[in-house]
């Protein structure tokens, strides 16, 4: 029996062992794939749009991609002192995502794998045991510590980190797992080296789209972004602004509990950069373009579109390239779900029904995130119909990412038996 | 329903707690002030192992008689469990979520006999 699983058989009984961050994720999921079995193993095509990598447990591997030596002197130097992403903008004594160790996911990956020493295969044998554990066929992955780097004052260091974690991932994590797609880090402190990434990576397969971390102030309509665009458009793959915390915000630093600043940070990011995107009519300049809104949950949505369309009515002036009213505009737009407001269920329908939820949203894990959803968090909402539950799972995101809609994940009694057998092996 | 023996009680710290597997049934029992408590190991929220995260004191918000306050302090009579999946807190001797009472863990007939720890599981 494997270490640690740490549980033992007592007769008929078995002894389940508290859940930390050496946990194996099968074992951490394992409720997930009873959820998987009992409510979508039949769906067509389930599609995570939105999970992590926790770059502490793989800074060194994206650091040898590192093309500028001085930084990766430096980072090694950091390294070597002790320090788990070294170049990276986050403060470790605020960092409370674990909920003070309550939630142990958030501080792992520490489970053992079968082979620690080969770049990329711990990342993604842990990777695989999450989307076979929560029954999901593709699934799409974004950094996290790097969700901060367009804040880091050395504009150089966001670029060439982010070519080193987008060259990790062509080069070594992709080409191990079919399953796994990713996004081209866009470092928008630096346009030129944004189009650059977009010519040098942008048709890799795995490759299913761009993202703008949000936690920056740059604005998102200023004209030296427009080419980029343009050539995302043209591209077809969708540009995905992912949102994230920040306390270091001038308004933020009133917040006194980590709980305040994630409820409203999140979702500040990107108030204004949709804000920004509608009222400088960026979706008439590029019809084509579609955009993908993550990591806000949806209550933000209603709100935001009835106070646009408020004010466009009165400002028109303001506003003038509008042809439509920006709530019509933001219907065309893509969500993800995590984390998903389902204390009021009435008032996430009515939210579901005005963004147009079933052909509009898209399942997001955010796994290993302290406030991940798993899919059963769509599937048991009590409203949906069965299409609406299949389009949001997996289908939309399907056509979004041009991926095939056919199954690659095990059925989920298999997940279940092969974890038993090993348990008691 | 039925009785089953899921060990001695001598096995258990106090504070502490045990989760036990039995035929797809997976129940926390939990000793504290001397007392069993046993719970369905199925989080409220969205169906987590509840019962296998950490044990905790309730947090507290110290607020004095002038209404000022001094933070947060550690309860000294009510202990937690929290749930691994994202931290939702239940009170070990209710069930209940210290907030909102009436989110709550399902609660399994639990006693001891002879020092043996019996929980009564659904048919
Ligand atoms: S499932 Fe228990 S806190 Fe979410």
Redesign the pocket.
């Known amino acids: 029996m494997p270490d640690e699983l740490k549980s033992s058989l007592v007769g008929e009984v078995r002894e389940l062992q508290e859940i930390t961050a050496a946990t194996d994720t099968r074992d951490y999921l394992f409720?997930a794939a009873r959820q998987a079995q009992r409510q979508y193993d039949d769906y067509e095509l389930i599609v995570d749009v939105d999970a992590h990598t926790q770059e502490g447990r793989f800074w060194p591997e994206i650091l040898e991609f590192m093309e500028n030596d001085v930084l990766k002197h430096t980072a090694l130097n950091q390294l070597a002192g002790g320090i788990r992403t070294p170049l990276i903008n986050m403060q470790p004594g605020m960092s409370f995502q674990s909920l003070s160790g309550r939630v142990p996911h958030q501080s792992g990956p520490r489970e053992s794998v079968s082979n620690p020493d080969k770049p990329g295969a711990a990342f993604v044998e842990i990777a695989k045991r999450s989307i076979d554990f929560m029954g999901v066929d593709y699934q799409v992955i974004f950094p996290t510590s790097m969700l901060h780097l367009g804040m880091n004052p050395m504009d150089d260091v966001e670029v060439y980190l982010a070519r080193a974690y987008c060259r990790w991932m062509v080069e070594v994590v992709l080409p191990q797992e079919p399953r796994l797609t990713s996004l081209i880090y866009l470092p928008l402190n630096n346009v030129d080296q944004c189009e650059r990434m977009v010519r040098e990576f942008g048709n890799h397969p795995q490759i299913v789209g761009y993202t703008i971390c949000a936690v920056r102030h740059k604005p998102v309509h200023h004209n030296q972004y427009m080419r980029l665009y343009s050539m995302i458009e043209e591209s077809g793959k969708p540009l995905v602004f992912h949102a994230g915390p920040h306390w270091d915000d001038p308004s933020f630093t009133q917040l006194n509990r980590f709980i305040s600043m994630h409820a409203l940070s999140f979702v500040h990011y990107n108030l204004i950069h949709m804000t920004n995107w509608i009222i400088n009519a960026l979706p008439e300049r590029f019809p084509k373009l579609k955009t993908v809104w993550v990591e806000s949950g949806v209550a933000w949505i209603p709100f935001l579109m009835q106070r646009l369309d408020h004010e466009v009515l009165l400002r028109q002036s303001e506003a003038p390239g509008l042809k439509r009213m920006p709530s019509e505009y933001m219907q065309d737009m893509y969500y993800s779900s995590q984390p998903l407001e389902r204390y009021d269920l009435k008032l996430l329908e009515a939210t579901f029904d005005k963004m147009k939820a079933s052909t509009q949203l898209l399942f997001s894990s955010d796994w290993p995130h302290w406030d991940f959803d798993p899919p059963s968090s769509i599937t048991t909402l009590p409203f949906l119909d069965d299409q609406a539950k299949r389009n949001i799972l997996g289908l939309n995101a399907a056509k979004l990412f041009n991926l095939p809609i056919k199954r690659t994940r095990p059925r989920a009694a298999d997940a279940i038996a092969a974890r038993a057998a090993d348990r008691v092996s | 329903m039925s009785e089953v023996n899921v060990g001695p009680a001598s096995s258990f710290t106090d504070p502490g707690r045990k989760v036990f597997e039995v035929g797809g049934q997976e129940v926390g029992v939990f000793l504290l002030g001397g007392e069993f408590y046993a719970w369905e190991n199925r989080?409220?929220?969205?169906?987590?192992?509840?019962c296998q995260?950490r044990l905790l004191p309730l947090a507290t918000e110290a607020v004095n008689a002038d209404r000022t306050s001094r933070g947060r302090e550690f309860s000294k009579e009510h202990m937690n469990i929290?749930?691994?999946?994202?931290?939702?807190e239940f009170d070990i001797r209710t069930g209940r979520h210290p907030t909102n009472q009436a989110i709550r863990l399902r609660k399994v007939p639990v006693r001891v006999e002879r020092g043996e720890i019996y929980v009564t599981l659904r048919a």
């Open positions: 409720a | 989080c409220p929220h969205l169906d987590g192992p509840a995260g929290v749930c691994p999946w994202h931290g939702m």
